[in-house]
């Protein structure tokens, strides 16, 4: 089925929509499980696309704040440490790249602090945009709007008129929520994306200027 996406802004998630980690992810995530006697199925099927302190806070309610503090920081800093498996989702490198070479406003915006991101888009191959809002930049992090808030603020650019990448329910909630045209990427499927342009990875999608204005731009895929 064609797609086309016009848009003002371009806001992308990073795990699972630009790049591939679930290796690591799922590593990590299961040793976090067994250090804590821990249900790993359970963990990772509502960590994907949160943030570390937020899924630690949910599994080890009982501990105080420095304690989830500590451990999350210490699951961030062995995922950061580990690059291995780490590539593009296919065709997000080309997509990127065509983006900022027509100087469209494009944004990450990620779940992850922004070590650990700049470390996986190094390892994947991805470009870095411009405006970068991760986990240090809002106090409320994914399924809440205010990182894509905060990017399309950043980008100058209203958040109703960006094209919104995510590939997990809680990233998927923080787009359609901030008002930006939301756009699943991969095969999560749920209410959320029942009404949501799909792209199963980025294979064969071009950029270009749209026809209706200097100031927009068009995905499309035949």
Not at 184 to 191: E, I, K, L, T
């Amino acid at each position: 089925m064609p797609i086309e996406i016009t848009a003002a802004g371009f806001l992308f998630d990073m795990d699972g929509t630009l790049v591939d980690s679930h290796a690591v992810v799922e590593q990590e995530w299961a040793h976090f499980a067994a250090a804590y006697d821990l249900d790993a199925a359970e963990i990772l099927a509502v960590s994907h696309g949160v943030q570390a302190i937020d899924t630690v806070r949910r599994f080890l309610p009982e501990r105080s704040d420095d304690e989830q503090r500590a451990i999350a920081a210490e699951l961030v800093r062995r995922e950061t440490a580990d690059t291995a498996g780490i590539v593009e989702i296919p065709g997000a490198a080309a997509v990127m790249d065509a983006l900022l070479a027509l100087h469209a406003p494009v944004a990450l915006v990620t779940s992850a602090p922004r070590d650990l991101a700049l470390v996986r888009l190094a390892a994947a191959g991805v470009a870095v945009p411009p405006v970068v809002v991760t986990a240090e930049d809002v106090q409320r992090g994914k399924p809440h709007p205010d990182a894509y808030l905060a990017a399309a603020a950043a980008l100058g650019v209203d958040a109703g008129d960006c094209a919104a990448f995510e590939d997990a329910e809680a990233g998927l909630l923080s787009a359609v929520a901030s008002g930006a045209r939301t756009v699943v990427v991969g095969a999560h499927a749920s209410a959320t994306t029942e009404p949501l342009v799909r792209l199963a990875d980025y294979t064969g999608v071009t950029v270009d200027r749209a026809t209706d204005g200097v100031s927009r731009w068009l995905l499309s895929r035949p």
